[in-house]
């Protein structure tokens, strides 16, 4: 269920409707723009009827059955996340961002919203700015809709530039063999936000390759160019603790800086025993020695919010 009864069972929300002691609405803001941010989650609904999926999915597709907004904040208010970067699911609901919109209306504040467009349609950059006052802040885009020619066409291109003009950013789903394309779009589009989901993947197969990383590394030099560390239970060793993660995070860091390296979850996938979203954000917030409270401070809020919440 998405409605606003049973979002106010939602804990933070309790607290503000008075089962724990009232804080007033300025209050409750102030408490939630201190928390940290997740960069990226997926949620859906099970009620399919009400938000359809893309052709071909059923109900008995989604796994879990059910994650929500509640399920969601249920992980991740415990461990100090009081916002969300909510990513369109490029299978479930493809270019549908209605779920998506609907959940950042019934909990305003909360959610920043990465979308898709389909750029094959006629002006899809006319789509993607009128999806930015819903919250779109950042367009997925990824060779595993159209294959190989996935950043070729004039809507890609017309995208692209619509980036620059509204700061929507290009957000990479992306494997480490795609960076040398991405890295060309880059330099014809120098002045569009641009974020690499997940380490460009960098480990999935349980290697991490050092020219991998040094590609990834490479594109640092596009100052555009964000880096979200996250998705550990697809890389590497892909169960906690992830510290196998750790030097290409600390790589990662020297590259791109701080300012432009942010933590996400990547829930529901990392909360699958024998991951769990507390080990997740562990990882950046216990485990990663050597960088300032300041530093840390911009991988677990102020990046993300600089992005996709500013
Ligand atoms: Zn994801």
């Known amino acids: 269920m998405l409605d606003r009864r049973t979002l106010l069972q939602s804990s933070a929300l309790a607290v503000a409707a008075g089962s724990l002691p009232r804080i007033s609405p300025a209050a409750e803001e102030r408490r939630i723009n201190e928390m940290y941010i997740d960069a990226h989650s997926h949620v859906w609904s099970p009620e399919v009827e009400k938000w359809p999926l893309a052709k071909g999915q059923t109900k008995a597709d989604l796994k879990p059955p059910s994650f929500t907004p509640q399920e969601l904040f249920k992980l991740a208010e415990p461990v100090g996340v009081g916002r969300v ?8 609901h493809l270019f549908d961002n209605r779920y998506l919109m609907a959940c950042a209306k019934l ?14 349609i006629p002006h899809p950059d006319t789509t993607m700015k009128d999806l ?3 919250g779109v802040r950042g367009l997925r885009i990824t060779p595993r809709i159209r294959g190989e020619k996935w950043l070729e066409g004039p809507g890609m291109e017309a995208l692209w530039k619509a980036g620059a003009e509204t700061g929507q950013a290009m957000c990479c789903l992306i494997d480490a063999a795609d960076l040398d394309n991405v890295a060309a779009m880059c330099a014809r589009f120098p002045y569009t936000p641009v974020v690499i989901d997940h380490f460009a993947r960098i480990g999935v197969d349980g290697t991490i390759r050092d020219a991998d990383v040094a590609k990834l590394c490479d594109l640092a030099k596009r100052k555009t160019v964000h880096v979200k560390l996250s998705a550990y239970y697809a890389l590497g060793k892909k169960q906690p603790p992830h510290e196998e993660l750790l030097p290409m995070i600390r790589r990662v860091l020297d590259a791109y800086g701080p300012e432009r390296c942010m933590w996400a979850s990547d829930a529901p996938y990392q909360v699958e025993p024998p991951n769990t979203y507390q080990a997740s954000i562990e990882l950046i917030r216990d485990r990663l020695d050597g960088i300032s409270a300041g530093d840390r401070e911009w991988l677990l809020r102020k990046t993300a919010e600089k992005v996709f919440f500013s």
């Open 132 to 134: 930015l006052p819903h």
């Open 107 to 120: 909990m305003p504040g909360r959610f920043s919203i990465v979308g898709m467009v389909d750029d094959t």
């Open 85 to 92: 970067v909510l990513i369109q699911h490029s299978v479930y």
